[in-house]
């Protein structure tokens, strides 16, 4: 680049940088967003400022325009998917795949009020993208820092894009470990913690979990894993918000690490769940382990406790919530079991309709629930053993977990990404 | 619904960027790409991508063919982030109404001397600022390098003889549609209907797999040793040579022809079922000229493959998945006899899921169009 060209250009961004600048800060990562898998805090659940609407009705070839209720907009999408959306702001991000080889990659970015495409980006994948026919290669859950928006995906790109669209940084994390595949698709989640966006990436080739610095891609950090097939995603665990902790859930181990260094603070030798994720309250964590493990790990003590341990809490594909003291998973079979937290005693079960890969959502007194089929059961966890008040069809199958912001769902099935939401 | 709306800070900044020194020049726009095109692997080049990708965003629908062009030779990481720019280009000039650009992207559309990729991109974004375009140009993609552009083009190939009144007009049409598609499902729904039609299909020949193999083992691989251990074939192929296999016993080279139509050769059928071990399958390909080709491999479990001595491909991974082109090497036929070696490893995996022990090799060209063996007999 020569000099005249690198001042006319340095000047050029300058003011860019400015206006972007400018823009960011209206755009600072609030609590109030769902800015990634199982939201901000990895808990399933909201403030219980404005509660969605325990049912709707989608307008279809039976069902008539006027009889059409809840429903703030339906979008179809461009590309296939199960990975959850995420909001941040005013803005809800999808991520998709596409084309015969689902070698096409998408994000895409749609108002949260009115459900118009904002922007959508396509990459070419760098990784595998072989994939059993039920995943996709956009099953990983996005993730955001509340200015960027950092897109995984089970060939392991890994994009980094501000709100707007505009590409930031761009890994191909199988370029570097070619090996890093599975047959049934990789399906973890980034996590954003202390600055970092945390991926964990393990199959029967090179395994390993990363810490890329959010503004620039780089890696801060990277831990060998064994060499398995697994699909949890990185939790964070902030007893200390001064101090965030990831926490890595393998089939043969759960370890915690210092978030801004990877280093290993403690390690938790048991059999684990492979597609459940663990979940955190104050200094507890559950942890899909032997059905239900509760690990108590106090702040500044680099070390676990076993509190309790409960076959009956085993949970399915769905990761644990805990909420108000009480624990709730359910099984693939759709049974939702309630349990103490602080005990891990089977306080009520509840049948469901199942089976579910989806992780519901926990707002005010209700869980809302969707399973494979796209059925949606709004269940009361105030009721004594729990009540299914409401049921209604997304219409198509729902695999990603819902989202939630400022009192609206929001699910993306099979074809469309549906918001939820009181008129 | 606010289709095609783009946020007031890009619009500001692209104002920014476009006014602040008068419009860009094509050598701030080709700095800015060779920047890009600097990105590598390990987040190499990032920084100052990121610089540059805003000023080749910002560069306007009079410069969207000079960001396509730099796809060309643009590794997988920099082809991203140019596609990336293209499409801020075009949802700004498509957000405005501009559709300038459609005679320039239809030039380089028809200019099949750029990348398959830009090519397609290009094509995507032409059909957006003009939608006659697709009715225009689709028929002559059917044997288009770029395989997005073949595959349309086959898509309509296929739907037409779905519809044709006549199983002569059928056929025709089907047959068309297989000689010029190069996806597998596409490949399979033209010789399925084919078939059903009453004419046989060489499969094995239109994909390229190679058919006639030399096999020898089983060596050892308990605990997944055997993988980094160089067994004589591997050292130099011989096949008059015997040596000592898995628990001392001999081994020999035996002839190998597999009828399955992707080319599989199952190891545990030719060599005896088979755990903890390892095989290799030697093949000689005739070449008339130096060739660029693609050497696409399926296996299930480990594999190393070499083209005349020179190690093409390795990947130690044990049932984990397979696919057709599931590992892809850029490689030379040299003119004249090649000899294509590959090393097939198997695990002690006891899972019912875990007992194949097999492969499937093809050459082709970048498109997937098979390149044969000037030898090659036609499948039965």
């Keep these: 680049m020569n000099c005249e060209s690198t001042r006319r250009t340095s000047g050029r961004l300058l003011v860019f940088t400015v206006v972007s600048t400018l823009f960011f800060a209206a755009h600072s990562a609030s609590a109030a967003d769902w800015s990634q898998f199982r939201g901000a805090d990895n808990k399933s659940r909201a403030a219980e400022s404005k509660l969605p609407p325990d049912e709707f009705t989608l307008e279809t070839d039976d069902v008539p325009k006027v009889e059409r209720k809840n429903v703030a907009w339906k979008v179809e999408l461009p590309a296939r998917g199960v990975s959850g959306p995420i909001v941040v702001g005013d803005r809800v991000f999808v991520t998709g795949a596409s084309g015969p080889k689902q070698d096409r990659l998408h994000v895409i970015c749609y108002s949260a009020a009115d459900g118009g495409t904002l922007w959508h980006r396509q990459f070419w994948a760098t990784g595998r993208t072989i994939c059993h026919p039920t995943s996709s290669v956009a099953a990983n859950t996005p993730a955001s820092d509340g200015k960027r928006v950092f897109a995984f995906f089970s060939s392991n790109d890994l994009v980094a894009l501000d709100l707007d669209g505009n590409l930031l940084w761009y890994r191909g994390l199988t370029l570097e470990n070619p090996s890093a595949a599975n047959d049934v698709g990789m399906a973890s989640s980034p996590l954003v913690a202390a600055g970092n966006v945390v991926v964990q990436v393990e199959s029967k080739g090179e395994s390993f979990a990363a810490a890329l610095d959010a503004a620039t891609g780089e890696t801060r950090w990277q831990v060998p894993r064994t060499s398995q097939m697994n699909w949890t995603s990185p939790t964070v665990f902030s007893a200390d918000p001064a101090k965030p902790i990831v926490l890595l859930q393998s089939p043969d181990k759960f370890t915690a690490h210092d978030a801004k260094t990877g280093e290993v603070l403690w390690s938790y030798d048991e059999k684990c769940g492979e597609i459940s994720s663990s979940t955190t309250e104050g200094d507890l964590i559950f942890l899909p382990s032997s059905g239900l493990t509760a690990l108590r790990s106090p702040i500044g003590s680099g070390n676990w406790e076993k509190v309790w341990q409960e076959n009956q809490l085993g949970p399915g594909n769905s990761s644990p919530i805990v909420k108000d003291g009480r624990v709730y998973v359910v099984n693939r079979a759709g049974a939702l079991t309630c349990g103490d937290a602080k005990t891990g005693k089977v306080l009520w079960r509840q049948r469901l309709k199942g089976p579910y890969w989806a992780t519901p959502l926990a707002i005010g007194d209700r869980l809302f629930f969707v399973n494979a089929d796209g059925v949606m059961q709004s269940v009361k966890t105030s009721a004594e053993a729990g009540e299914v008040v409401a049921e209604s069809k997304f219409g198509e199958a729902v695999l990603g977990s819902p989202a939630y912001a400022d009192g609206g769902l929001y699910v993306r099935g099979e074809k469309h990404l549906f918001k939820i939401a009181q008129p | ?380």
């Design chain 2, 1 to 380: 619904m606010m289709r095609g709306w783009i946020s007031p800070a890009v619009v500001l900044g692209a104002i920014v960027i476009g006014s602040s020194n008068g419009p860009l020049r094509a050598d701030e726009v080709a700095d800015a790409l060779a920047t890009i095109k600097a990105v590598g692997p390990g987040g190499t080049g990032q920084a100052a991508a990121g610089h540059a990708w805003r000023i080749a965003a910002a560069a306007g629908p009079a410069r969207i063919t000079d960001v396509l062009a730099a796809l060309d030779d643009a590794g997988p990481l920099a082809a991203n982030w140019l596609r990336a720019a293209v499409e801020a280009i075009g949802e700004k000039a498509a957000a405005s109404g501009d559709k300038s650009a459609a005679p320039e992207l239809e030039k380089f559309v028809l200019a099949a001397n750029h990348s398959p990729r830009a090519r397609r991109l290009a094509y995507d974004w032409l059909v957006r600022f003009d939608p006659a375009a697709e009715a225009r140009l689709m028929a002559g993609f059917l044997n288009d390098p770029s395989t997005e552009l073949r595959r349309d083009a086959v898509e309509r190939v296929l739907n037409a003889a779905e519809k044709a009144a006549t199983p002569e007009e059928k056929k025709s049409l089907y047959e068309q549609a297989f000689a010029a598609s190069r996806d597998v499902d596409q490949i399979n729904a033209a010789s399925n209907a084919l078939e059903k039609l009453g004419t046989k299909v060489d499969l094995p020949t239109h994909f390229g797999f190679i058919t006639r193999w030399k096999l020898i083992g089983p060596f050892d691989n308990s605990g997944g040793k055997g993988f980094s251990v160089a067994y004589p074939p591997e050292v130099k192929v011989d096949l008059a040579g015997k040596y000592a296999g898995k628990a001392d016993k001999e081994v020999v080279w035996i002839e190998h022809t597999t009828a399955e139509k992707y080319g599989e050769v199952d190891l545990n059928k030719a060599l005896g079922k088979n755990k903890g071990a390892a095989a290799y399958a030697v093949a000689e390909f005739r070449a008339a000229a130096e060739t660029p080709v693609e050497i696409r491999i399926g296996s299930i479990s480990a594999i190393k493959v070499w083209l005349n001595g020179q190690l093409l491909d390795s990947r130690e991974v044990y049932h984990s998945g397979v696919e057709i082109d599931q590992y892809v090497s850029r490689t030379k036929l040299k003119a004249g006899v090649n000899e294509i070696l590959v090393k097939v490893c198997e695990n002690e995996q006891t899972e019912t899921w875990a007992q194949d022990w097999k492969f499937q090799l093809r050459v082709c060209d970048a498109t997937g169009t098979a390149v044969l063996s000037q030898d090659r007999m036609a499948s039965k």
